[in-house]
C-alpha cells in the first residue's frame, strides 16, 4: 500500500524542485492523515515534526516557492481520467463556494451571498473568498453512488478587487469559460459533459462553448422565463432567397407549462437524489430552440 502510494505521489515530483518536493510530499501526506482543520502547521505535526527548527519552510511552499497549479491540476486530471473514466464521455462538474475570512491581508475578499444560509425569502451576506471548481463525476463502486473529484480551483475576486488594477474585471462565467477551455485543450479526444447550476443559466456563455469545433455540452439548471422557440422549420426551396429562419413558433415558457394543467408528467426514478439512492419524480421533457439577441 505504502509502495503505491509513493507511486501517486511520484507523478507530481516532475513539477516541484528537489528540495521543495521533500516538504511538498509531508504537507500532502499530513494534510490526509491531519484531524479537525487542516492547516500548515497542522500538517508537519501529525507527521511528528512538531520539534523541526525550520518550521517555516512548509509555509514557504506555499508563499514563496516557484510550483505551477496550472500544471499540477492537468496531471491530476488526466490520473483521475485513466482511472475512473478509461472509455465515454467526460462528466465534469462546475461550482463556487465562499471562503469565509475577515483578515486585513486578504487582499481579494469580497461581499457575496451566502448559499447555506440564505433563502429565497431570506437573504445572508457573508465576507470572504469566492473559488471556482471544476470536478470530475464519477460513479465509485465502494460508495454506491457518483462522487465529485476536485481537480482545478481558481479564485473569483470581486469587481472592487479590480477597481485599481491595471487588468479588468472577469466574472464567474468568464472563469468558467477558460477552465473549460483549458480542459478542451487538456483532453482533446474526449467527448466532455459540463454540468452546473443556474447560475451557468445564461446564454451568451452556453453558446460560446456550444458553438466550437469541438464543443462541450452543457447542461445547467434552465431559467422558468427563458424566451423559448420551435426549431426552426426547413427552408422552402421555393421561397424567395434571404436570410433562414432561426426558430419557428414561440413555445410556452417553463413556468407557463409547469402551470397548465393539461400537461401530461411522466413518472420517473432519479438515483442519488439528496440522501437518498433512490426518488421518484415527474418530469416532462421536449426540445426547444432558447433565442436572445440573435444567439
Given at each position: 500500500?505504502?509502495?503505491?502510494?509513493?507511486?501517486?505521489?511520484?507523478?507530481?515530483?516532475?513539477?516541484?524542485?528537489?528540495?521543495?518536493?521533500?516538504?511538498?510530499?509531508?504537507?500532502?501526506?499530513?494534510?490526509?492523515?491531519?484531524?479537525?482543520?487542516?492547516?500548515?502547521?497542522?500538517?508537519?505535526?501529525?507527521?511528528?515534526?512538531?520539534?523541526?527548527?525550520?518550521?517555516?519552510?512548509y509555509h514557504r511552499v506555499?508563499?514563496?516557492?516557484?510550483?505551477?497549479?496550472?500544471?499540477?491540476?492537468?496531471?491530476?486530471?488526466?490520473?483521475?481520467?485513466?482511472?475512473?473514466?478509461?472509455?465515454?464521455?467526460?462528466?465534469?462538474?462546475?461550482?463556487?463556494?465562499?471562503?469565509?475570512?475577515?483578515?486585513?491581508?486578504?487582499?481579494?475578499?469580497?461581499?457575496?451571498?451566502?448559499?447555506?444560509?440564505s433563502s429565497r425569502s431570506?437573504?445572508?451576506?457573508?465576507?470572504?473568498?469566492?473559488?471556482?471548481?471544476?470536478?470530475?463525476?464519477?460513479?465509485?463502486?465502494?460508495?454506491?453512488?457518483?462522487?465529485?473529484?476536485?481537480?482545478?480551483?481558481?479564485?473569483?475576486?470581486?469587481?472592487?478587487?479590480?477597481?485599481?488594477?491595471?487588468?479588468?474585471?472577469?466574472?464567474?462565467?468568464?472563469?468558467?469559460?477558460?477552465?473549460?477551455?483549458?480542459?478542451?485543450?487538456?483532453?482533446?479526444?474526449?467527448?466532455?459533459?459540463?454540468?452546473?447550476?443556474?447560475?451557468?443559466?445564461?446564454?451568451?456563455?452556453?453558446?460560446?462553448?456550444?458553438?466550437?469545433?469541438?464543443?462541450?455540452?452543457?447542461?445547467?439548471?434552465?431559467?422558468?422565463?427563458?424566451?423559448?422557440?420551435?426549431?426552426?422549420?426547413?427552408?422552402?426551396?421555393r421561397a424567395p432567397s434571404?436570410?433562414?429562419?432561426?426558430?419557428?413558433?414561440?413555445?410556452?415558457?417553463?413556468?407557463?407549462?409547469?402551470?397548465?394543467?393539461?400537461?401530461?408528467?411522466?413518472?420517473?426514478?432519479?438515483?442519488?437524489?439528496?440522501?437518498?439512492?433512490?426518488?421518484?419524480?415527474?418530469?416532462?421533457?421536449?426540445?426547444?430552440?432558447?433565442?436572445?439577441?440573435?444567439?
Amino acid at each position: 500500500m505504502q509502495s503505491d502510494y509513493t507511486t501517486l505521489l511520484s507523478l507530481f515530483a516532475v513539477h516541484f524542485d528537489a528540495r521543495v518536493w521533500k516538504q511538498a510530499q509531508v504537507l500532502l501526506t499530513g494534510t490526509i492523515l491531519a484531524r479537525g482543520q487542516r492547516t500548515v502547521c497542522a500538517a508537519p505535526r501529525v507527521m511528528g515534526l512538531s520539534d523541526e527548527r525550520h518550521f517555516q519552510n512548509y509555509h514557504r511552499v506555499l508563499n514563496r516557492t516557484v510550483w505551477s497549479c496550472h500544471a499540477l491540476a492537468r496531471t491530476l486530471l488526466q490520473l483521475l481520467v485513466r482511472v475512473f473514466v478509461p472509455v465515454g464521455p467526460i462528466l465534469i462538474g462546475g461550482d463556487e463556494t465562499i471562503e469565509r475570512g475577515r483578515g486585513a491581508q486578504i487582499n481579494a475578499k469580497g461581499i457575496y451571498r451566502d448559499p447555506v444560509r440564505s433563502s429565497r425569502s431570506h437573504f445572508v451576506k457573508t465576507s470572504g473568498l469566492r473559488w471556482i471548481t471544476l470536478m470530475l463525476l464519477s460513479p465509485i463502486p465502494f460508495a454506491q453512488r457518483v462522487w465529485a473529484l476536485p481537480f482545478l480551483t481558481m479564485l473569483a475576486p470581486s469587481e472592487r478587487f479590480y477597481a485599481d488594477k491595471a487588468w479588468a474585471y472577469k466574472t464567474m462565467l468568464d472563469w468558467m469559460s477558460q477552465a473549460l477551455l483549458q480542459v478542451r485543450r487538456w483532453l482533446p479526444a474526449r467527448a466532455r459533459v459540463f454540468v452546473g447550476d443556474n447560475s451557468y443559466a445564461s446564454i451568451a456563455f452556453l453558446w460560446r462553448l456550444t458553438q466550437l469545433a469541438n464543443p462541450i455540452k452543457m447542461v445547467v439548471r434552465f431559467r422558468m422565463d427563458a424566451a423559448l422557440y420551435a426549431p426552426a422549420p426547413p427552408r422552402n426551396k421555393r421561397a424567395p432567397s434571404g436570410r433562414p429562419a432561426k426558430k419557428g413558433k414561440r413555445l410556452p415558457s417553463l413556468a407557463q407549462m409547469a402551470a397548465k394543467p393539461r400537461t401530461h408528467w411522466e413518472p420517473q426514478v432519479v438515483h442519488y437524489w439528496y440522501g437518498e439512492f433512490k426518488r421518484q419524480i415527474e418530469i416532462i421533457s421536449g426540445t426547444a430552440v432558447w433565442y436572445h439577441s440573435g444567439l
